[in-house]
């Protein structure tokens, strides 16, 4: 009787033991979890020189270099006037760029001036003199 009570503890401890063990565990796999999802974005983050925003928001502008400069704006064209162009980025902030003829402006074939239409969906990449923006790429995204 004795060696029966005995294993029945044993087992229970056991148990105990084994449930407390796969509890920590998952524990410990989440916070991983959101430390590596934090330091993806804190890498991302500073590899684009910016904040970008969390899926579905809109981020600030970055300092990073890509092909074309860096991100400038992304967004809608709002107007474009000369040489100037306004962009209203998803934020509702508007950017303005200045088009010049070192300016690539690409859609599915290298488009012109003439593309930027109010309403345009736009990525521009250029370069920034003070408070002035210079477009070196301009990707249409699409119409309006």
Not at 16 to 30: E, K, M, P, T
Not at 48 to 68: D, E, S, V
Not at 79 to 99: C, H
Request: glycine share 16%.
């Amino acid at each position: 009787m004795r060696t029966v009570v005995i294993a029945v503890l044993v087992v229970i401890v056991v148990v105990i033991v084994g449930v407390g063990a796969f509890l920590a565990g998952s524990s410990y796999g989440q916070a991983q979890a959101q430390n590596v999802r934090s330091q993806f974005f804190a890498s991302r983050q500073n590899a684009n020189g910016g904040q970008f925003g969390q899926p579905g928001q809109a981020g600030q502008r970055g300092q990073g270099n890509f092909a074309g400069g860096r991100p400038v704006a992304a967004g809608t064209v709002k107007s474009v006037q000369g040489d100037t162009i306004e962009v209203t980025e998803q934020n509702g902030n508007t950017v303005t760029v200045t088009v010049n003829g070192q300016t690539s402006i690409e859609k599915t074939v290298n488009g012109t001036k003439a593309d930027l239409t109010p309403g345009t969906r736009v990525t521009v990449m250029g370069s920034q003199n003070g408070s002035n923006d210079t477009a070196t790429l301009i990707q249409v995204r699409g119409g309006p």
